[in-house]
């Protein structure tokens, strides 16, 4: 890049010349043939035209093969200076503004997907097949997740599908990866490594996959694991995509921070990941169901299962009221739900939107367990 911009000599350039004409021409008509060949067989094939724009932008790209072709062209005389500058100062006219018009367009497709969530827990209902993605940074997030799964309880009535994601930071590689995970192939037998060996993705997708089949007999439970490469920036994007992709309706994040010692569930000072918070916090903004932050406590070794709900009041905890609806039919599982409420004493103005809708949720959710000894319910008052 250096060199090529060395040899760039705006100066060199003529109003009147034919030869800085041609060029121009034979510029402006390739840009334009590129989009119409990428937008038209797009429209075509029932792709938007904004998904068909944005992806004739990044195909008008040009780099490293267009940079040596254009020196190359001029070392053996195919071209002299006055070309060689309009194709250098055209590449980075073009490559600037394509990049800043696909941030702006990707950037608003994000929040299109946010603003139009309508993916929810609750709407899966109590019956129907409920999709998870669940992300995992490494071996430390499997426990709990793993945890949360069996406690979730999938049956045949009430199957789970989970999106399985092994998120890694893009080190060393020129592109980005979002791909299925592929199982290790030997004499012709798909096999997979033991948990002890292998890369980490290796471990972590066998954990899960071990899970799948102890329920091979009722098929109430599949796991679909995806492996994704990209920078700590836009791994948020990756997330995002492959929940709309798949239609998801709930996305499961890890924490953080992981903790120090189950006995006493303190938090280590040095497993602070910004990076991984800063992912958190834009799925959180941008993602197109609803999503959640697993919290390692570091009880997921314990053979405990006492769920217990803190209901405040909102679409966040009428979500976490309809999860918890779908873990009642695990045997195992003891619930008891805590709704908080104003004092009898706080005078009350007509009830929202939102707290009818509180009191819609709960009166089902009582009604479904109203013989479930399992289940408690309790008021306090605040």
Known sequence: FATAGLR????????????????????????????????????????????????????????????????????????DSEVYSANMLALVIIGGTVGALLKSLYGKSLTRLAAKKHRTVQSVGQLGELRVLICVHGDDNVPPLLKLINTIHPSAISPLCVYLLHLSPLAGQSSTILSPYRKKKQRGRASFKSLSTGSTADRIVNSFLEIERQQAITGSL???????????????????????????????????????????????????????????????????????????????????????????????????????????????????????????????EAKEEEELMDDEAMEQFLVYNERNEKVVYREEEV
Not at 57 to 66: A, I
Not at 223 to 236: D, N, Q, R, W
Not at 295 to 320: I, K, S, Y
């Open 8 to 79: 760039t000599n705006l100066y060199d350039f003529s109003i009147n010349s034919a030869e800085l004409k041609r060029t121009s021409y034979l510029i402006f008509f390739g840009v334009v043939g590129k989009f119409a060949g990428v937008i038209i067989p797009c429209l075509y094939t029932k792709m938007s035209f904004r998904e068909s724009f944005i992806l004739s932008l990044m195909l008008n790209c040009h780099g490293v093969v267009e940079i040596f072709s254009f020196n190359s062209w001029e070392d053996i005389s195919l071209a």
């Open 222 to 348: 599949s796991i679909l694991p995806f492996i994704g490469v990209s920078p700590y920036a836009t791994m948020h994007d990756d997330i995002c995509t492959l929940a709309q992709d798949k239609m998801v309706d709930l996305i499961l994040l890890p924490f953080h921070r992981r903790v120090k010692d189950s006995s006493e569930a303190v938090l280590m000072p040095d497993s602070v990941k910004p990076e991984v918070r800063a992912v958190n916090t834009n799925v959180l903004l941008y993602a197109p169901c609803t999503a959640a932050i697993v919290v390692d406590r570091g009880f997921a070794e314990t053979m405990t299962n006492r769920v217990a709900l803190f209901f405040f009041g909102g679409g966040d905890d009428r979500e976490a009221l309809a999860l918890v609806n779908r873990m009642v039919e695990n045997p195992s599982i003891e619930l008891t739900v805590i709704r908080f409420v104003a004092a009898k004493e706080v005078e009350m």
